[in-house]
């Protein structure tokens, strides 16, 4: 039986660096929150043939978030097998007639010709210092290193993540039990108002006694917050099993909509002014909440 899940965020960073033989290849990684697995791949055409197993890796190990993949590869000093960078000196030579004749037909002239044909494609070609299966192995693993380091990144900005979460769902707490140390005092106010209200109505004559009870029990009613408040108690205590449990950002997330339900009720029904500050600081930390957990994965 598997234990319980990590909390990881969706934001962290990852390098890799391998080298073989004559060549080092870095991968760096960078990740943001996002609602689904997002990737972006910078890297030359060397590793094109590597692309499609490297996006099939990072999905099913980073499985959400924008993710941006950079690969860079160096010769390094006393490579053998020649010069690692050639000129494709026909090619310059055709970008350079065509240049010209263009510059001579709209009257103009070139300037900087040889900077603007170097920087045309294929003019400069690095040559292939490494066969394909050294460089395969030396990439994957430079991936899979890179990978590591993303997890461990992820892992520790989970906990950051977690402290403050459980923060702030202790904060919510005690928000509630002031709640209920506030509602003893809010009755007594209640009543004396009510009280007030029947001797004024008696004094002058106009008291009708099932009116006044029927308005006492629908007043009641509409300000009673026992179902809002036991909601909420239980809401809490399912974000914390889950926490532990099942840290899903997504999960996390409806359960937040969930305590902010019960909060706007309790805010609306208390109309008590010790009450709804209580409920108010519980809504800022609820804010809190639910910020973080969308960073989680």
């Given at each position: 039986?598997?234990?319980?899940?990590?909390?990881?965020s969706?934001t962290?960073?990852?390098?890799?660096?391998?080298?073989?033989?004559?060549?080092?290849?870095?991968?760096?990684?960078?990740?943001?929150?996002?609602?689904?697995?997002?990737l972006d791949?910078r890297m030359?055409?060397?590793?094109?043939?590597f692309?499609?197993?490297?996006?099939?890796r990072?999905?099913?190990q980073?499985?959400?978030?924008?993710?941006?993949?950079?690969?860079?590869m160096?010769?390094?000093?006393g490579?053998?097998?020649?010069?690692?960078?050639?000129t494709?000196?026909?090619?310059?030579?055709?970008?350079?007639a065509?240049?010209?004749?263009?510059?001579?037909q709209?009257?103009?002239e070139?300037?900087?010709?040889?900077?603007?044909?170097?920087?045309?494609?294929?003019?400069?070609?690095?040559?292939?210092?490494?066969?394909e299966?050294?460089?395969?192995?030396?990439?994957?693993?430079?991936?899979?290193?890179?990978?590591?380091h993303?997890e461990?990144?992820?892992?520790?900005?989970?906990?950051r993540i977690?402290?403050?979460l459980?923060s702030?769902?202790?904060?919510?707490?005690e928000?509630?039990?002031l709640?209920?140390?506030?509602?003893?005092a809010?009755?007594?106010?209640?009543?004396?108002r009510?009280?007030?209200?029947?001797?004024?109505?008696?004094?002058?004559?106009k008291m009708d006694r099932?009116?006044?009870?029927?308005?006492?029990?629908?007043?009641?009613?509409?300000?009673?917050?026992?179902?809002?408040k036991?909601?909420?108690?239980?809401?809490?205590?399912?974000?914390?099993?889950c926490?532990?449990?099942?840290?899903?950002g997504?999960?996390?997330?409806?359960?937040?909509?969930e305590i902010g339900?019960?909060?706007?009720?309790?805010?609306?029904?208390?109309?008590?002014f010790?009450?709804q500050?209580a409920?108010v600081?519980?809504?800022?930390q609820?804010?809190?909440?639910r910020?973080?957990v969308?960073?989680?994965?």
């Amino acid at each position: 039986m598997n234990g319980p899940r990590e909390l990881k965020s969706m934001t962290g960073y990852g390098q890799g660096e391998i080298t073989s033989g004559s060549f080092k290849i870095r991968i760096s990684l960078k990740s943001l929150n996002g609602k689904y697995f997002d990737l972006d791949v910078r890297m030359s055409r060397n590793f094109a043939a590597f692309e499609p197993e490297l996006r099939q890796r990072l999905r099913e190990q980073l499985e959400r978030g924008s993710v941006s993949a950079s690969v860079s590869m160096e010769y390094l000093p006393g490579a053998e097998n020649g010069s690692r960078v050639t000129t494709d000196i026909p090619l310059a030579e055709a970008y350079a007639a065509q240049m010209k004749l263009l510059a001579h037909q709209l009257n103009t002239e070139v300037h900087d010709l040889l900077g603007k044909v170097m920087a045309m494609p294929d003019v400069l070609r690095v040559n292939e210092v490494a066969n394909e299966e050294q460089l395969r192995i030396a990439f994957f693993q430079a991936l899979d290193l890179s990978i590591q380091h993303m997890e461990s990144f992820r892992k520790q900005e989970g906990q950051r993540i977690g402290e403050i979460l459980r923060s702030a769902l202790h904060h919510i707490r005690e928000g509630l039990k002031l709640v209920e140390q506030e509602e003893q005092a809010r009755r007594e106010l209640l009543r004396k108002r009510l009280w007030s209200a029947l001797e004024t109505q008696e004094a002058e004559g106009k008291m009708d006694r099932n009116r006044f009870e029927q308005e006492v029990i629908l007043y009641v009613e509409k300000l009673d917050i026992t179902e809002e408040k036991n909601r909420l108690a239980q809401h809490l205590d399912y974000f914390e099993t889950c926490l532990l449990r099942e840290p899903s950002g997504k999960k996390l997330n409806f359960i937040a909509q969930e305590i902010g339900r019960e909060l706007n009720t309790m805010g609306v029904k208390s109309n008590h002014f010790p009450m709804q500050q209580a409920v108010v600081d519980m809504k800022e930390q609820l804010e809190q909440i639910r910020e973080q957990v969308l960073n989680l994965l």
